[in-house]
C-alpha cells in the first residue's frame, strides 16, 4: 500500500509533506531530487495520494474513492509522464499531457496533479513549454518533477519550484529491508549495502541481476592470486570478468582492502564484509602498513579516473596491480 509508512527513512520530508496535504498549503510545483533507485516516484504518489484524499483526519486514509484509485493506477486526476524510448520528453508530449490538458478542471479530486518522471530527459524546448505553465498555473495544479540530474533542469524552473532532495538511507534500513523483506541471507546483505551507498533501490537491482554473486567470487579470485599470480596472468584473470564489470570489481577490491584496514586498526571481524574470507583478510592486513593502505586506495581511485577517461583497461590495471605489489613488499 502506498502510504508515508511504506517510505523507508527520509523522516523529515515525511513530516513535510503529510503537514501540507493535512493543511492544504503546498506549493504548485516540487522538484523531488535523489539519485535513480532512491524512491523519488514512490514518495511522490505518496504526496499525490495524500494530496487527492478526501478523508478528514490523515492523509491518506487509505480507504475513500480515491485512494482506492491510486492503489489501482486508475485515479483520473493523477497524471505520469515520462520518457519515450529514446529517452526523451519532448516538447509535443508537453503540451500535449500538460499545457492542453491542465485546463481541464479535475474529474473528481481537489487537485489535478502531473508526475514528470526522469524531468532532466526533458529537451530545452519541452523546458520551455513546461514554464509557461508553472509561471501562471490554475489553482488545482500541482506538478511534480523527479530527477536524478538537478544540473539537467533549466534554472527558470529551478526557480519555481520547492526543490526536495532523498537522502542516502542508514545502512542499517537497508540491511533490515533486505534481510527481514527480501529473505536475504545477513553475510550477503553486507555486500549489497557496501555497494547500495545508502540506495534501497541499487541494492535491489544488484540483488535480481545475474551475475553479481560470479563477479564477487572472481573477483576475490583475483585478489587471493594477487601475490602467486605473475603479471599477464592477473590481468587475464580481470579482463575475464569484462570491460562492463569493471565498476564491480574496483568496488570489490576497496572493500577487500577496507576489511583488511578495518581489522588491522581494530582487531576485530564485527562490520566487516568479507565475513566468509577472514583468514585471507587477516593475512592482508598483516602484510600491509598504513601507509601501504593509503597507497593503495589512492591506486583504486587513479585506475578508476583512468577507465573513466578511456585509458587502455590493460594499462589501468597493470598500475593497480603494481601499486598493490609494491605496497605488500614494504
Not at 545508502?198 to 551475475?211: K, Q, S, V
Amino acid at each position: 500500500m502506498i502510504s508515508f509508512d511504506s517510505i523507508l527513512g527520509q523522516e523529515q520530508l515525511k513530516q513535510q509533506l503529510a503537514a501540507a496535504a493535512k493543511d492544504g498549503r503546498h506549493s504548485h510545483a516540487y522538484l523531488f531530487t535523489g539519485e535513480k533507485g532512491s524512491g523519488k516516484k514512490l514518495v511522490a504518489k505518496c504526496f499525490a495520494k495524500a494530496l487527492q484524499c478526501t478523508s478528514e483526519g490523515d492523509k491518506p486514509c487509505g480507504k475513500c474513492k480515491s485512494c482506492l484509485q491510486m492503489e489501482e493506477g486508475s485515479q483520473p486526476d493523477v497524471i505520469f509522464i515520462g520518457p519515450d524510448d529514446k529517452d526523451k520528453i519532448g516538447v509535443d508530449v508537453i503540451r500535449e499531457k500538460v499545457n492542453d490538458d491542465i485546463i481541464i478542471r479535475p474529474y473528481a479530486g481537489p487537485y489535478k496533479i502531473y508526475i514528470i518522471d526522469g524531468a532532466e530527459t526533458m529537451t530545452v524546448q519541452a523546458q520551455n513549454a513546461l514554464l509557461k505553465t508553472l509561471e501562471e498555473p490554475p489553482k488545482y495544479a500541482c506538478l511534480f518533477l523527479l530527477t536524478s540530474s538537478v544540473e539537467e533542469i533549466l534554472p527558470t524552473i529551478l526557480s519555481r519550484s520547492v526543490r526536495l532532495s532523498l537522502k542516502p538511507l542508514p545502512d542499517e534500513i537497508i540491511k533490515n529491508y533486505l534481510m527481514s523483506k527480501l529473505r536475504v541471507p545477513d553475510y550477503k546483505a553486507d555486500t549489497y549495502v557496501a555497494f547500495a551507498r545508502g540506495n534501497l533501490g541499487r541494492a535491489i537491482e544488484l540483488l535480481e541481476r545475474e551475475g553479481f554473486e560470479e563477479v564477487k567470487q572472481q573477483a576475490i579470485a583475483l585478489l587471493k592470486s594477487m601475490d602467486s599470480a605473475d603479471m599477464g596472468e592477473l590481468y587475464l584473470k580481470a579482463s575475464a570478468l569484462g570491460k562492463d564489470k569493471n565498476d564491480e570489481v574496483l568496488k570489490f577490491f576497496t572493500i577487500w582492502y577496507r576489511d583488511a584496514l578495518c581489522y588491522k586498526a581494530m582487531n576485530q571481524t564485527e562490520g566487516l564484509i568479507f565475513q566468509e574470507e577472514i583468514q585471507y583478510i587477516k593475512k592482508v592486513s598483516r602484510e600491509i602498513s598504513y601507509e601501504g593502505f593509503e597507497q593503495i586506495f589512492r591506486a583504486l581511485d587513479k585506475t578508476q579516473e583512468l577507465i573513466r577517461a578511456n585509458v587502455n583497461m590493460e594499462t589501468a590495471f597493470e598500475l593497480l596491480f603494481v601499486a598493490i605489489r609494491d605496497c605488500k613488499k614494504e
